[in-house]
C-alpha cells in the first residue's frame, strides 16, 4: 500500500514538469537569447523553432539579415583598420578605403536592426504557440478498473 502512494506521488510530481510538459519559452535579454540559462546562437534557435512555422519563418529572416550585417561590419571594420593602421605606422594613409570602410558599417546597421526586429518576433511566436499548447501533456486521472482503484495515464 504504501508503495503505492509513493507511485501516485511520483506521477503526479511527473505530470507537472517540464519534462513531459510544453517546450521551454526562450528568454530574450537585449539583444542575445536564452533558454534555461544558456545562450542561444542562431543555428540553435533554429533548431528549436523547427517545430513552429511562423516563428521558424520570421527566425529564417533574421539569421540572413544578421549574416548580412556581419559580411558588412567585417569588410567595414577591416577597411577602416587598415587606414587606421597605416596612419599608426605614419605612412601616408589612403583615406578612401576608409571612407569605404565607414560606408560598409553603415549599410550593415539597418541590417543589424532588421535582425533584432525579426528575432524578437520569432521568439515571442515561439513562446506564444509553447504556451498555448498542449503537447507532450500527460493526464492522471483516478479510475475504477476490474481489479479496484487505479490511475489511468492518458498521453
Known amino acids: 500500500m504504501k508503495s503505492g502512494f509513493y507511485l501516485i506521488i511520483l506521477f503526479a510530481i511527473l505530470s507537472f514538469s517540464e519534462v513531459f510538459g510544453q517546450g521551454i519559452p526562450i528568454e530574450q535579454r537585449k539583444s542575445r537569447f536564452f533558454q534555461n540559462n544558456q ?8 533548431q528549436i523553432m523547427e517545430a513552429y512555422p511562423e516563428a521558424y519563418q520570421s527566425m529564417r529572416k533574421a539569421k540572413s539579415n544578421a549574416d548580412a550585417a556581419s559580411v558588412f561590419g567585417f569588410a567595414g571594420g577591416f577597411l577602416v583598420g587598415w587606414t587606421l593602421g597605416s596612419l599608426i605606422s605614419q605612412s601616408e594613409p589612403t583615406w578612401g578605403p576608409g571612407a569605404v570602410g565607414v560606408g560598409l558599417i ?12 525579426h528575432a524578437g ?8 504557440q509553447v504556451r498555448s499548447s498542449p503537447k507532450g501533456k500527460i493526464d492522471l486521472k483516478l479510475a475504477f478498473g476490474a481489479n479496484g482503484i487505479g490511475l489511468r495515464m492518458s498521453f
Open 39 to 46: 545562450v542561444l546562437k542562431n543555428r540553435q534557435m533554429l
Open 106 to 117: 553603415l549599410v550593415g546597421i539597418p541590417f543589424n536592426s532588421a535582425y533584432s526586429k
Open 121 to 128: 518576433n520569432a521568439v515571442s511566436l515561439y513562446n506564444s
